[in-house]
């Protein structure tokens, strides 16, 4: 008989502005990638073919076909249940509503297909293949425009009743503050995200702040981002140095709350927001020490992902890997 060809899975990314697909290997290699972009207002009858059509780029980059893979696993943005498949809702995808996206994947390829939310995704990548490897309880944060996160509980991912659980950017820090995208007000993303900073730095632009933000934004107040703020704070604008320390206030705050609630031994931060390094992360960590109780920050181990833009396909080629060990000889 000849050797059994090693297990494949198909990992994708689905977020609101792109597909990230790759085939991945049992021990996390990836064999291949496809990038493309979400056609994410025309809804799911333009973003599943996407969808399809990415992983068959990846595939055939890779030279592989749909038999040798051996499952799909998906992270996409929005909320959704692991033990269904459906996505209920998104705000990144306008349209979907309820929709069955594990049959729909399963149906088309004939492979078993597993779907969890995109921090979930990449919580799981940075468990199996990246900072987190061997943690057992240990939350993944992803710093972006919003704040995302993936809680791990006695190493396994909390999913929670109805499979909505790690929301932490909805937790409410200032009952009276900023209107979030999901209707509530003084949600930690409104306070303690990249997309918090731009709208702060705007604002203040608006009143006639003296900054040279904008400068850094080529005079464009729609391409203020982190990034720009961090230059403009790096070159002594004390504008953008009081902005980024409020960030970091917010975010400590939040973390302190994280780590009173869960106790864990790590928090891995990702996602763009993050890229700010120290300037951000080593006052939002001390805020979070003033607050938390002593025994939970004693222990806890605050570490930058490792996995980059690939945690969400290599964490949801592991969902598929795992998903189907043991009913696999
Ligand atoms: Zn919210």
Known sequence: MPDKAEPLFLGVDLGG?????AVVNAQGKILSRDHSVTPAAEGPKAVIPAMLDSMASALNQAGKNVPEISAVGI??????????GVLFTSPNLPGWRDVPLKGIIEK?????????????????????????RNACNFI??????????????????CTGAAGTAGEVGHMVIHDD????????????????????????????????ARTSILDYAAGDTEKIDAEVIQKAAQDGDSLAGELIARIAYYLGVGLANLINIFNPEMIVIGGGLSNMGDMLLGPAC?????????????VVR??????????????????????IAGTQD
């Open 17 to 21: 502005t792109k597909i990230l697909t």
């Open 75 to 84: 992270g996409a943005a929005g909320l959704s249940n692991p033990r269904t």
């Open 108 to 132: 088309k390829l004939g492979k078993k297909t597993f779907l969890i939310n995109d921090a979930n995704a990449a919580a799981l990548g940075e468990l199996c293949f990246g900072a987190a």
């Open 140 to 157: 993944y944060l992803g710093l972006g425009t919003g704040i995302g996160a993936g809680i791990v509980v006695d190493g396994k991912i």
């Open 177 to 208: 503050g900023p209107r979030c995208n999901c209707g509530n007000r003084g949600c930690w993303e409104t306070l303690a995200s990249g997309g918090a900073l731009a709208r702060d730095a705007r604002d203040k632009i608006k009143e006639g």
């Open 286 to 298: 001390e805020e979070a020490g003033r607050r938390a109780f002593k025994q939970a920050y004693r």
């Open 302 to 323: 605050f570490a930058r992902a490792e996995l980059g833009r690939n945690s969400g396909v290599l964490g949801a080629a592991a969902l598929a890997r795992d998903s």
